[in-house]
């Protein structure tokens, strides 16, 4: 990846030119038997269509911030990369009281209902599939974002050294982001190509950290796992070999 790259939205940009047709997410849900496998290409046009959500429908100013109550998941992934895209703070498990906006999976519905901004409601079905009936209150992301542009540019340029990400207690600006998603990289063994396996959740650094930037920093590629602990050993040696991993941060 390009050293002047300084949030994770450069990252993105740099990995799109280097090769859009290469893997980058690959995920899996051990619970339902989901697989989704996203191109470099494929998680850029979905991040550029959310960022447009954001920026456009949902009226999102840098240094927003914006509680994100969502699991390990794709989606979640595609979410973390828009609000880096618009130069909004993204608050991991974050209180939606204290948010400007809120982006929630099923789960956690009544929790984001502390929110008197704008609501977004994932129901994280495969395909990324929508409500049959959206929740009260919250627009239903499945619906919202597939007439977004595929092109995204933000208002106003993102200012790398402003507060990107808040998770476990801690906020990183974008920078600060990029220059530790580099350092646990080379803690995890990864190169250009790696193909790293994890179950981590994301609800810590670690977890954000191998399940999305640190294998975007070094020019890989990640296999997400959510509910990893179904999966029995001969299963989990199975996707390892099937999936050509190199690297696990289970």
Known sequence: MNSSDRTPADLLRSALSADPARPLVTFYDDATGERVELSVATFANWVAKTANLLQGDLAAEPGDRLALLLPAHWQSAVWLLACSSVGVVA?????????????????????????????VALA??????????????????????????DRFA??????????????????????????????????????PGSRLLTGRTYDTWEGLSAGLFAPLATGGSVVLCRHIGQLDADGLAQRVESERVTNTAV
């Open 124 to 149: 994280l079905r495969p395909l990324g599939g929508r409500f049959p009936q959206a929740p009260e209150g919250f627009a239903d992301y499945a619906v919202e974002v597939p007439s977004q542009g």
């Open 91 to 119: 608050d991991v498990q974050g209180d939606p009281a204290a948010a400007d906006l809120v982006v929630t999976g099923p789960d956690t519905l009544e929790r984001a209902r502390a929110c008197r901004g704008e609501r």
């Open 154 to 191: 933000p208002f106003a340029p993102v200012d790398a050294d402003a507060p990107a990400l808040a998770v476990g207690g801690a906020e990183l600006t974008g920078a600060q982001l990029v220059a530790r998603a580099r350092e646990d990289a080379g803690a995890l063994g990864l190169v």
